[in-house]
């Protein structure tokens, strides 16, 4: 990987565990997440706006948006409940190294990346590590809010594999942003408003302003540099880079008061030393 994608990568792992960080902070994250995705989708139409040229070059390319935005729903609710129900870096954790799991397979079988002891290696020490992680007690406690994460984790591969193969149609990133979080948010604000009622829904949808508008752009900012390094990088190397943000997770959870336990915090190194081992070139 190039320095300028490896750079935009990182960046994007660093700030995709900072707006989960404050989303973490809201009175109540499944509706937050909704207000949140709104401030995303409006800044990346105004990015969409700024390009030349058309948005989807091909209709391949948009059913690929499409699809990407049904991901994208799997994912954020999966995302608001595991961080309800479960410290931020157990649910990040889970999330993004099942995510890798998933998708290193797939880019290895489908889209043709390689494949080498190092990353056999680190495929295997994910696994361990998210294993370590949930067996522990006070995961096993957290049963519910994990398999929310898990949940999450199969939305975060598919909206990551489609997106890389809209990308290879010649869609623009931030088109293709915005089209998969329309096709993402109706579906979230339909669930959350009969669940919870809509009143209770319209009235939480408005809490917390500063931290949803600081969140909504600091996620923009993160998915359109990880689109940009996807559009020239593998898909199995660009997600394994970016899930880098486990790390950040961590850090930011730590910062915020949350202590992990030994055995968590032990898989959660596992599962980041693996990722590494995923980005090591053949």
């Known amino acids: 990987m190039e320095t300028a994608a490896l750079v935009l990568v990182l960046s994007s792992a ?15 994250p499944e509706v937050g997440v909704v207000s949140v995705m709104s401030v995303v989708i409006l800044a990346s139409g105004i990015w969409a706006l700024g390009m030349r040229g058309p948005a989807f070059s091909s209709t391949e390319g948009l059913v690929w948006a499409l699809w990407a935005g049904v991901c994208e729903s799997v994912y954020l609710a999966g995302l ?8 931020l870096g157990l649910a990040y954790t889970v999330s993004r190294g099942g995510a890798m799991l998933l998708v290193w397979p797939v880019s290895v079988l ?36 994990v398999a929310w994460a898990a949940l999450s984790a199969v939305g975060i591969a598919g909206y990551h594999l489609s997106y890389k193969m809209a ?3 010649g869609a623009q990133p931030p088109a293709l942003f915005a089209t998969g979080l329309l096709v993402a ?17 319209r009235r939480e949808a408005l809490l917390a302003p500063g931290l949803v508008l600081t969140a909504g752009l600091i996620s923009a900012l993160s998915f359109g ?39 968590q915090l032990s898989g959660a190194a596992l599962v980041a030393v693996g990722a590494v081992l995923l980005g090591v070139p053949e």
């Open 80 to 87: 608001a409940r595991s961080l309800r129900q479960a410290p």
């Open 14 to 28: 660093f700030l995709h565990a900072a707006w989960n960080a404050l989303l973490k902070r809201h009175p109540n």
């Open 167 to 169: 990308l290879g149609t």
């Open 225 to 263: 540099l990880l689109l940009t390094a996807l559009a020239g990088g593998g898909a199995g190397a660009v997600l394994t880079l970016r899930n880098t943000s486990i790390a950040f997770a961590l850090v930011l959870a730590a910062l915020q008061g949350e202590r992990l336990g030994r055995r």
């Open 110 to 145: 489908w889209l043709g990346e390689a494949v080498s002891p190092w990353t056999v290696s680190g495929v295997a020490l994910i696994c361990v590590g998210l294993a370590v992680m949930n067996l522990s007690h006070s995961a096993g406690a957290m049963g519910t809010g």
């Open 185 to 201: 948010l109706p579906v979230l604000i339909l669930e959350r408003g009969r669940q919870q009622g809509w009143a209770a829904f």
